[in-house]
């Protein structure tokens, strides 16, 4: 029973929030929280340290940034947003950064 509970949990956490994303809120989430350390606009490059978003739209599919944002690879310096961002605002950060996967020469 309790399975069945937390898989219905993890299906509504994961699958279809009941908000609509809005990639103009994420964009300035991404401006107060993330700029400091990634290339939020287009451009960047591919191999920078932070990625670029753009670069991260380009490689990483809708569900891998929002993991990479949630649970952050522990030994780099990714801050753990996780106590810090709504659910809503990760919605927004993830429509925000897939929206920037449009075709544009990237520096290598
Ligand atoms: C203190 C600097 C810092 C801040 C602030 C920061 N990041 Fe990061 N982020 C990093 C670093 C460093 C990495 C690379 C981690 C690695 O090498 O695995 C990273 C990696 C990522 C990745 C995975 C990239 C990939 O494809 O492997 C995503 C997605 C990401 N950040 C999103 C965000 C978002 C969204 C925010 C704002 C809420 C943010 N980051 C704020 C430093 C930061």
């Given at each position: ?56 739209a ?42 920037l ?8």
């Amino acid at each position: 029973m309790n399975r069945i509970i937390f898989a219905c949990a993890l299906a509504a956490l994961t699958a279809t929030p009941g908000f609509a994303a809005d990639a103009a809120k994420g964009h300035d989430i991404a401006a107060a929280n993330c700029a400091r350390c990634h290339v939020i606009e287009k451009g960047g490059a591919f191999k920078q340290i932070p990625p670029s978003f753009q670069s991260i739209a380009i490689y990483r599919t809708a569900d891998d940034i929002w993991q990479r944002i949630l649970s952050p690879n522990p030994h780099s310096n990714m801050p753990d947003t996780q106590w810090t961002l709504t659910p809503e605002q990760v919605q927004d950060l993830v429509a925000y950064i897939t929206s920037l996967d449009v075709p544009v020469k990237l520096s290598p």
